[in-house]
């Protein structure tokens, strides 16, 4: 490999490197964020899923009732009741957009 060859592929490397420690991987996100209501499996059986009573992102009717706006809308702002009690609060402030998208595209994954 000619030296600048080398050198071209290592900044390539880098400015990789960068861009990802930038936004963590959706998966990342999830087990950080989301897994203690929604399950690392996204079936939501977790002790405060069950309790909060969370959907099952493996059921393909679940998905279907499910639009991309409205995940990325939840996600972003956050869920109350219909008593204005908090159920789910809104990411905006940890996560970016780009985050957010990633994470529904997840979601759309746990589907069996
Ligand atoms: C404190 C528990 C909790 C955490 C943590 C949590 N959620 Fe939720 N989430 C809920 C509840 C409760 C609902 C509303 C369920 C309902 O009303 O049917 C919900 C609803 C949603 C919805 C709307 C679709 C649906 O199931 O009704 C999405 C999308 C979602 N959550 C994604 C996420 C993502 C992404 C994260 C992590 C960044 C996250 N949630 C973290 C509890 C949580």
Avoid at 59 to 84: N, S, Y
């Amino acid at each position: 490999m000619k030296p600048t060859t080398k050198l071209l592929l290592s900044a390539l490397a880098f400015a990789t490197g960068a861009a990802l420690s930038a936004a963590a991987p959706a998966a990342e996100n999830w087990e950080n964020h989301c897994a203690k209501c929604h399950g690392a499996d996204g079936k939501g059986q977790t002790k405060v899923g069950k309790k909060l009573q969370v959907k099952d992102y493996t059921d393909a009717r679940v998905q279907a009732e499910m639009k991309d706006a409205d995940l990325i809308k939840v996600t972003t702002d956050g869920v109350v009741d219909k008593a204005g009690k908090e159920k789910m609060k809104a990411y905006k402030d940890e996560l970016s957009a780009d985050e957010v998208k990633a994470l529904v595209a997840h979601i759309r994954k746990f589907q069996a």
